[in-house]
């Protein structure tokens, strides 16, 4: 079992920099899933060409090696999963950190080797990796996939946490840490999103209304 050191990297800045450069990370308005109408949109989706991918896993491993979290291997859930976790591990590969990964099926194949888990498998502790955490239905479904297979989920990974509530007056995140046990690692929050706009003159007129979303519906 390989233990990840603690590094300190200052990316959080970098990924939401890169994030709006792409067009990943978008300003105006928005209907999410709740209904409600935010002045920002996150699609993990539009990392969609070869070096945006790498750059991608680069900051998720960044993000990883900060949390101190200790894992064995990697687990995507179909469909955006599967190809952070490939990214993701290939970025810890370089720095030295070789861990395995593994992603799911949607539907589980009734030929060759079978089964919905494709890669290595599900064994020790398992970190999910995931674009963000809406509802909580991916880490819900992967957590009971991997304690199916005899193995123990060590956390989540995703790229950016709202920092909304949810149904109630706990966010998503912090919904799964409560229910799950278990540490969701953020490359990036709203706060941080929000300090970021304060040094940017460039965007500075959208700061007011994610302040206001925040103030709203923030926890």
Do not use: C, W
């Amino acid at each position: 079992m390989t233990t990840i050191p603690t590094q300190r990297t200052d990316f959080t800045a970098q990924f939401i920099d890169f994030a709006i450069k792409k067009q990943v990370l978008r300003f105006g308005e928005f209907k999410t899933k709740a209904g409600r109408l935010s002045p920002y949109f996150f699609n993990a989706g539009l990392f969609n060409d070869g070096e945006s991918l790498m750059k991608l896993g680069e900051f998720y491993a960044a993000a990883i090696l900060k949390s101190g979290v200790q894992f064995d291997m990697l687990f995507g859930p179909a469909y955006k999963g599967i190809t952070l976790a490939a990214s993701i591990s290939i970025a810890l590969a370089r720095q030295g950190h070789n861990f395995p990964y593994a992603y799911n099926r949607k539907e589980a194949k009734d030929h060759g080797e079978g089964g919905t888990i494709v890669g290595a498998p599900l064994q020790g502790r398992v970190l999910i990796v995931d674009d963000v955490i809406s509802a909580g239905t991916s880490v819900r479904e992967s957590v009971e996939m991997i304690k199916a297979a005899g193995a123990k989920p060590a956390g989540v990974a995703i790229a950016i946490d709202r920092q909304e509530r949810g149904l109630g007056v706990l966010s998503a995140v912090q919904e799964v840490e409560k229910d799950s046990g278990m540490p969701v690692i953020k490359i990036a929050t709203l706060a941080d999103l929000i300090q970021f706009l304060d040094g940017a003159a460039d965007l500075a007129e959208f700061k007011p209304a994610v302040q206001a979303y925040r103030n709203e519906y923030g926890v």
